[in-house]
């Protein structure tokens, strides 16, 4: 489980938005809102160096975000950070609602079925009719697709890292 303090990485700078210094952000998942509302933000650098910056504004622009970050104020300034990351801390996210976890939180939780270890999350894929479950097999086989649908989803306790699945049967392998 990502720890509240830890930084998550949710956009990267795409590039310079007009000549005050916005920057357009290209969304990990295009319907997150969470960086609208960012009081501060962590750039990371492709060079891996890492800034802490106050948020000035943002707002939407059809799938991305512009956003004006402190003393970025001009658009030579705005180009320099093209390609890096946007982060905000996990205890920033607000509480899911019902039924929804945060991918970064399911990442690492263990996968069983009927008691057999499948694996651990590695991540979540969105394809145009369903999300999967990316599951890094404890086999050391392909990786595990599973669905999150009820048919294979029996119970995920993200807070002990663990989703349990109903059944393999009918699953495939990546």
């Known amino acids: 489980m990502v720890k509240p303090e830890q930084w998550v990485p949710l956009a990267d700078i795409a590039r310079?938005?007009?000549?005050?210094?916005?920057v357009r952000l290209r969304l990990y998942n295009r319907d997150?809102?969470?960086?609208?509302?960012?009081?501060e933000v962590l750039v990371r650098l492709p060079d891996g160096e890492e800034h802490e910056v106050s948020v000035?504004?943002?707002?939407?622009?059809n799938d991305a975000i512009l956003m004006k970050l402190h003393s970025v104020d001009d658009k030579d300034r705005a180009d320099e950070l093209q390609r890096?990351?946007?982060?905000l801390r996990r205890k920033d996210f607000p509480a899911p609602g019902a039924g929804e976890f945060y991918v970064c939180d399911a990442v690492g939780a263990e996968v069983k079925s009927q008691g057999k270890r499948l694996g651990t999350v590695k991540?979540?894929?969105?394809?145009?009719?369903i999300s999967v479950l990316v599951v890094n097999a404890s086999?050391?086989?392909k990786d595990w697709e599973i669905p999150l649908t009820e048919t294979f989803i029996e119970k995920i306790d993200?807070?002990?890292g663990s989703i349990d699945i109903a059944t393999t049967e009918g699953l495939e392998r990546a």
């Open 56 to 61: 000035d504004g943002a707002r939407r622009a």
């Open 84 to 87: 890096a990351q946007v982060c």
């Open 123 to 129: 991540d979540v894929a969105a394809y145009p009719s």
């Open 32 to 39: 997150s809102d969470l960086l609208l509302s960012a009081d």
């Open 16 to 22: 310079a938005h007009g000549v005050k210094g916005e």
């Open 158 to 160: 993200l807070e002990n």
């Open 139 to 141: 086999d050391g086989g």
